[in-house]
Nanobody
Framework: QVQLVESGGGLVQPGGSLRLSCAVS????????MGWYRQAPGKQRELVGT???????NYADSVKGRFTISRDNAKNTVYLQMNSLKPEDTAVYYC???????????????WGQGTQVTVSS
């Protein structure tokens, strides 16, 4: 059974930084894409950024230049370094992974439980 466990959320002042981590565990053959999404109160879940297994990254315009995604393939872990945080970054952040549990299975999306990030003075 595949599990995604996020950590690193919390309360930070505007202009501050936080680093989120997401570790994927269970029976895994290959993780193709890992990424972060967020959902603010009353809004739909939106993409923050993704990173492919070859290291190619993609970011939402709202976080470009402030957030950086990285991954450690040996540890099946993805990170989100968030700098210059703004109050509008406040949301629950969800980790996502598109992976195969065996060579015969298709890529399937899995989600973490979410971690709260609050940017406030």
């Amino acid at each position: 059974q595949v599990q995604l466990v996020e950590s690193g959320g919390g309360l930070v002042q505007p202009g501050g930084s936080l680093r989120l981590s997401c570790a994927v565990s269970g029976t895994i053959y290959n993780i193709y894409v890992m990424g972060w999404y967020r959902q603010a109160p009353g809004k739909q879940r939106e993409l923050v950024g993704t990173i492919r297994s070859d290291g190619n990254t993609n970011y939402a315009d709202s976080v470009k230049g402030r957030f950086t995604i990285s991954r450690d393939n040996a540890k099946n872990t993805v990170y989100l370094q968030m700098n210059s945080l703004k109050p509008e970054d406040t949301a629950v952040y969800y980790c996502n992974a598109a992976l195969k549990v065996s060579i015969w299975d298709p890529h399937t999306n899995y989600w973490g439980q979410g971690t709260q990030v609050t940017v406030s003075s």
